[in-house]
């Protein structure tokens, strides 16, 4: 079972790809020329509050008991380091870092700033020691043991890269050795009572240890995580539950039963933005919530309540990029006294600054449902069944489990309407009143569907059928694909009655797109196809790729879906092909992206993309057009210098019609292009279009990245204007069609084809 949350309103105070939902920001504090990183809260004995946050260059402590206007107390500088982690223990803050500056230990009860401590070696009581000078993280429990995670040492020796037990209790400036655990590195974790729990990031498990002897700790059991890159975990108030973060693009948040040591089982996992590749970072338990840094998508709350279920309840996306990039939000603090929640930037808003920001509760416990989904004439439960609950500011869905039981939420309290709906059934609709805190139990039967079987026939303008045309029909629960015989004739057996798209398309034919409703009794009318070259790519008309990449791996041209990524705002894959054609695919560079930006970019060599042969012989204008996208950057030694570039051949000679480079102005973006081929070579019966792509530093410094897409040979430019109705002078319009060759237009779909009285067509870009 999977759940979805997307919410958006969005914030008068930011751009429109952020968003926030029950948390309201009181206040903020800026540093310059420096990074952020991690996080944590402090309140003295007179009910003052303070954050304690690391910086790239040093350690500040802001006085955060006037949310409205927070103000720094005092700032240490310290070795420049991207990772800096800050827990307390009393009065005393302890800091921890992978500049090898040893364990920066600052009392707080000197708000100057001027007394603090490093420390390198730690003793214990038998005369052995241990040494590190960095750590990449550190827990400090309820008895005054501080857990140094991730450790190492310049000076010699080989201190445990998994956990350092020191006691902070006995003498706060100078802890004492206990023991260690070092089975395996460990990238953060925490502690309560006995035991441990810490994220294996590269074993990719969440790991719990029994530490009553530290001397001496003892594995109880472990699980994997869902991206099996494990960051942190984090243990529920009544100890029978763990919640862990992937440090992965497009990870989760898992949720583990522990009640079974010797069989964790996951009962949960859920994303803050779906699809968009983010990447969740720290989680904390608050009680019945989950508070989590979620890099480019800010701060978000999960109510954890039932921990198989669980609902995010609120979010602040304090960060104006997206996807899977390593900018934005790095920490979140939620036990401050007051209640307020804060939260570290790395980076806000595209600059270089971090950023304190303070947040309020404007949250509350979800709103439950739960149920069984069956099959009306034979009570059979219904597995994969969606259940979505309806509601203007959000869209929440849920399935099915083989059982046919299902359960979500919703952040909302009031009356909505539960659609429940499965491949081969009539959806249903019922309505309830949601309460916060309350579980509704909502249980539905579904009518079956009878399955029949259909036809259709692909011709061209004169009724000739079409032999081997492309035809796709789809919509959100079943999907056919199939292939007309000699005589331009398909069928389908077994669909299911509802509202399909239609797609179908040739080589040497304009593909066409029209939304349908098919039934037994309403048969797929003939479908018309306007000769011409058109290719967005739904369908493989036949374009070939080569050159010097052979891996997919690196970056090669591949037909598909993209899979946007992007670096400090720059995005470097496209995420969706171009807006306004028939499918969602396009010709990118590398299809699958991976988990991180250059990850399956061009390296080193060049992958060229050719199409099929075109026939331009009669004698007319024959119009290019076509969209490009084209990234360049990321360079560890010389500058960006790669290139895209657009030709064409006649079979004898090739002619370049673009090139893109790293200085061109349209990087980074979907571009419309529009070349008259007459005007740069002779057209004969053997023209071809190829799309190359290289990386010209055999050092492979750079991220290379292109797409393709919306290929289309017209009589004059086509523009991209949607809504627009422009006639050409000169010509004289004689007929307007849709898709399906006919003259109604009492639906509009998204493009017509206007036929001119000297026989030309042109397609229009119309409404989507």
Not at 230 to 243: D, E, K, L, P, Q
């Amino acid at each position: 079972m999977k759940k979805i949350l997307l919410i958006f309103l969005i914030s008068p105070f930011f751009l429109l790809s952020q968003s926030n939902y029950n948390l309201s920001l009181l206040g903020t504090y800026d540093w310059n020329n420096t990074e952020g990183n991690d996080i944590w809260g402090w309140a003295d004995m007179n009910g003052n509050e303070y954050a304690l946050v690391g910086l790239n260059n040093g350690f500040s402590v802001v006085n955060v008991t006037n949310p409205n206007s927070p103000s720094q107390e005092f700032f240490i500088s310290d070795l420049n380091s991207t990772w800096r982690d800050v827990k307390t223990y009393g009065h005393y803050a302890y800091v921890t870092t992978e500049a090898d500056a040893g364990l920066l230990i600052v009392d707080l009860s000197d708000m100057t700033g001027n007394t603090y401590y490093h420390q390198t070696i730690f003793n214990n009581s038998n005369g052995s020691n241990t040494e590190f000078t960095a750590a990449h993280n550190i827990y400090i429990d309820e008895n005054g043991v501080a857990y140094i995670f991730g450790a190492s040492s310049n000076a010699g020796g080989s201190p445990s890269d998994g956990a350092i037990f020191l006691d902070v209790a006995t003498n706060p400036t100078d802890p004492i050795y206990l023991g260690e655990w070092d089975d395996y590195y460990i990238h953060d974790g925490m502690a309560r009572g006995d035991t441990m729990y810490v994220g294996c990031i590269y074993e990719g498990e969440m790991y719990v240890v029994d530490v009553s002897n530290k001397s001496n700790p003892q594995n109880l059991g472990s699980t994997s995580t869902p991206s099996n890159f494990t960051h942190n975990a984090w243990v529920s108030n009544n100890g029978r539950y763990v919640f862990t973060t992937d440090e992965q693009s497009d990870a989760y948040v898992g949720a583990y039963d522990i009640s079974d040591i010797n069989n964790i089982q996951e009962v949960d996992r859920i994303q803050s933005n779906p699809g968009s590749n983010s990447i969740p970072h720290n989680a904390h338990v608050d009680g019945n919530f989950l508070i989590t840094s979620w890099y480019r998508d800010g701060t978000v709350v999960h109510d954890i309540t039932y921990p198989n279920n669980m609902v995010e309840v609120a979010n602040y996306d304090s960060y104006a990029g997206s996807g899977d990039g390593f900018d934005g939000c790095w920490g979140t603090y939620p036990f401050l006294p007051s209640g307020n929640i804060i939260s570290s930037d790395i980076n806000s808003n595209n600059s270089n600054n971090a950023r304190l920001l303070v947040y309020s509760r404007d949250f509350q416990q979800a709103s439950y449902i739960d149920g069984n989904v069956i099959d009306l004439n034979s009570t059979n439960p219904i597995t994969n069944a969606n259940i979505e609950i309806v509601n203007t500011l959000s869209t929440i869905n849920s399935s099915t489990d083989i059982y046919g039981y299902y359960n979500s939420g919703i952040a909302s309290i009031g009356n909505f309407d539960i659609i429940f709906s499965a491949p081969g059934y009539l959806s249903d609709t019922a309505n309830a009143n949601l309460a916060s805190g309350v579980i509704t139990t909502i249980d539905m039967q579904l009518e079956p569907l009878v399955a029949f079987n259909t036809s259709g026939l692909v011709v061209d303008v004169n009724g000739t059928g079409i032999e081997n045309a492309n035809v796709l029909i789809f919509n959100n629960d079943n999907s056919y694909s199939v292939t007309t015989d000699n005589s331009g004739n398909f069928s389908l057996n077994n669909i299911y009655e509802g509202n399909y798209s239609i797609i179908a398309g040739h080589w040497g034919y304009i593909t066409l797109c029209q939304d349908y409703f098919i039934s037994s009794t309403i048969p797929i009318q003939t479908i018309t196809l306007l000769e011409g070259y058109y290719d967005d790519f739904t369908f493989d008309f036949g374009w070939t790729v080569s050159g010097g990449i052979f891996s997919p791996n690196d970056g090669i041209w591949q037909r598909g879906n993209p899979e946007g990524t992007s670096d400090n705002g720059v995005d470097y894959n496209p995420e969706d092909d171009v807006s306004g054609d028939c499918f969602e695919n396009a010709f990118v560079t590398g299809l699958s992206a991976g988990p991180q930006t250059g990850s399956r970019d061009v390296d080193d060599a060049n992958t060229i993309l050719t199409s099929p042969i075109l026939d331009l012989s009669i004698p007319k204008t024959y119009v290019l057009n076509y969209n490009i996208w084209f990234s360049n950057g990321f360079s560890w030694g010389a500058p960006a210098n790669d290139s895209i570039v657009v030709s064409v051949s006649n079979g004898a000679t090739s002619v370049v019609l673009d090139i893109i480079t790293a200085s061109s102005n349209n990087l980074s973006q979907w571009a419309n292009k529009s070349f008259d081929l007459g005007q740069y070579i002779s057209l004969n019966n053997n023209v071809q279009i190829s799309v190359e792509i290289a990386d010209w530093d055999i050092l492979g410094g750079h991220w290379v990245e292109g797409g393709f897409d919306n290929f289309y040979i017209s009589n004059q430019p086509i523009s991209n204007t949607e809504n627009s109705l422009t006639v050409n002078t000169g010509k004289t319009l004689i007929n307007i069609v849709d898709y399906l060759g006919r003259t109604s237009f009492k639906q509009f779909n998204k493009n017509l084809f206007y036929i001119y009285n000297d026989g030309s067509v042109e397609k229009k870009f119309y409404i989507k």
